[in-house]
C-alpha cells in the first residue's frame, strides 16, 4: 500500500491545529439535492457532482446508484479511509484493506406495505479484510479505535436529529 508516513505527518498536523483552535474544525457540510424526471436526482457537494437513480421495478430510469448503494459505499468508505488514517497514527503496518457493507432489508416497510416493519434496513455488517504483518492483538485494538472516532459509523450507530425547513413557493399563473 501508499507509504503511511505523509498521512500520520498531516493527521498530526491537523490534530495540533484543532487542539489549539476548535473552531477551525467546526462547520456546516451542505450538499443540494434536486429532483430530476424519473426518479432521478442531481447532487452537487462544493466541486462533486454526481446523480442518483431509482431502478425500473420503482417507476425510475436507473439514471445511477440508488440513494442505498450510497449510503453503503458512505459507511464503507469512512471506515477504510479511517481504518487506513488510524493504522498510520498507530503504526500499524497495512499491505491491504478492504470493507464489505452487507445491509439486510426488507422493503415492505419502505413501501408502506407493513407499518410493523421499519423502512430502513434491518441490520448492517462490515466485513474488513485486512492484510498486514501485525499481531491480531494489535489489529483488534487498531480497529477498535477507528471505528470509536468514525464519523459515519456514530452517524448510524447514534440517532443524529433531523429537522425539516419548508420553503414553499407556488407556480406564477398567467
Known amino acids: 500500500m501508499e507509504d503511511q508516513e505523509p498521512i500520520r505527518t498531516a493527521i498530526e498536523r491537523n490534530v495540533k491545529v484543532v487542539r489549539a483552535r476548535p473552531s477551525v474544525g467546526q462547520g456546516t457540510a451542505v450538499t443540494k439535492v434536486t429532483l430530476r424526471p424519473g426518479l432521478s436526482a442531481d ?4 466541486p462533486w457532482k454526481f446523480s442518483v437513480g431509482m431502478t425500473e421495478h420503482y417507476g425510475g430510469h436507473n439514471d445511477g446508484p ?3 448503494v450510497y449510503g453503503r459505499a458512505a459507511l464503507g468508505s469512512c471506515l477504510a479511509i479511517g481504518y487506513s488514517m488510524w493504522a498510520s497514527r498507530m503504526g500499524v503496518p497495512l499491505e491491504s484493506l478492504s ?3 452487507q445491509a439486510v432489508f426488507d422493503v415492505r416497510g419502505e413501501l408502506g406495505v407493513s407499518d410493523e416493519l421499519r423502512p430502513g434496513y434491518e441490520r448492517i455488517h462490515c466485513i474488513v479484510s485486512v492484510e498486514t504483518t501485525a499481531s491480531e492483538d494489535a489489529v483488534q485494538k487498531w ?4 471505528e470509536r472516532h468514525s464519523s459515519w459509523l456514530d452517524d448510524l450507530r447514534n440517532p443524529v436529529p433531523v429537522s425539516r425547513e419548508l420553503r414553499l413557493s407556488r407556480p406564477k399563473t398567467p
Open 99 to 101: 470493507v464489505e457493507v
Open 66 to 68: 440508488n440513494p442505498g
Open 43 to 46: 447532487v452537487e457537494d462544493g
Open 143 to 146: 480497529l477498535d479505535k477507528s
